[in-house]
């Protein structure tokens, strides 16, 4: 989800479940995507990415959606866990061939209840 | 050794101090960057140093100041900053060079407090 004003969107799984996490992005000549996930007091911590040239890819427990019709991505997390809880944030590239012009999204809470 | 370090961890600074945060990696990574975070915020980048040279500055204000003496360290000297300076500032590295992005890889922030 997007969030609204200055709080956060807030998904609530149960442990065990399935998590999907959507990320709106702002520009068509995108040509990478990273989905980042930032624990209370600690930097971002790379998640899994993603080039144009695809749509999905999966990683361990984890598989990134990238629809460029309507600009959205989506990280989806199986058997969600306690430890997965955290704000999760999208990035996009927005500069072609550049190495470092990453363009944050609002972030999503992720909250696990056991 | 796959670690971008940040020191210090939190600094406390009165509007006419002088002080520098500081990063350091050693992945071999040549594109270093600087983001300035807010509380529930996303990170926004500041500066990109490619190969040791500023690549990105992203109309960040004169009392903010990067340096890059090598390939390995990046710092960021702070002079008569505001209160609405305070945020996390975070360092994140990637492999760099030009025709395609990598992912970048963080530290743990530099918690700033502007008194």
């Known amino acids: 989800g997007e969030s609204v004003g200055l709080h956060l969107p807030t998904l609530s799984v149960q442990e065990g479940d399935n998590s999907i996490i959507n990320c709106a992005y702002s520009n068509s000549a995108s040509d990478y995507f990273i989905w980042y996930k930032q624990e209370s007091g600690k930097g971002p911590q790379f998640i899994i990415d993603?080039?144009?040239?695809?749509d999905k890819r999966q990683g361990q427990r984890v598989t990134v959606l990238l629809n460029k019709t309507v600009k959205h991505l989506s990280l989806q997390i199986a058997a969600t866990q306690p430890g997965d809880s955290a704000v999760y944030f999208c990035a996009e590239n927005v500069d072609m061939g550049s190495q470092g012009n990453l363009i944050f999204g609002k972030g999503t809470k992720l909250s696990v209840k056991p | 050794d796959t670690e971008v370090t940040q020191t210090p961890k939190h600094l406390v600074m009165g509007m006419t101090n002088k002080k520098s945060l500081k990063c350091e990696q050693h992945?071999?990574?040549?594109?270093m960057y600087w983001y300035k975070q807010k509380a529930k915020k996303p990170p926004e980048l500041m500066f990109v140093y490619s190969y040791e040279k500023l690549s990105i500055n992203e109309s960040v204000p004169s009392r903010f100041s990067p340096e890059c003496p090598n390939s390995s360290l990046l710092n960021l000297h702070l002079h008569a900053l505001q209160p609405e300076d305070s945020a996390l500032y975070l360092c994140?590295?990637?492999?760099?060079?030009?025709?395609?992005?990598?992912?970048?890889?963080f530290g743990p922030g530099t918690r700033l407090t502007v008194t």
């Open positions: 993603i080039r144009s040239n695809m």
């Open positions: 992945m071999g990574h040549r594109a």
């Open positions: 994140a590295s990637s492999l760099g060079g030009q025709g395609s992005p990598y992912e970048q890889y």
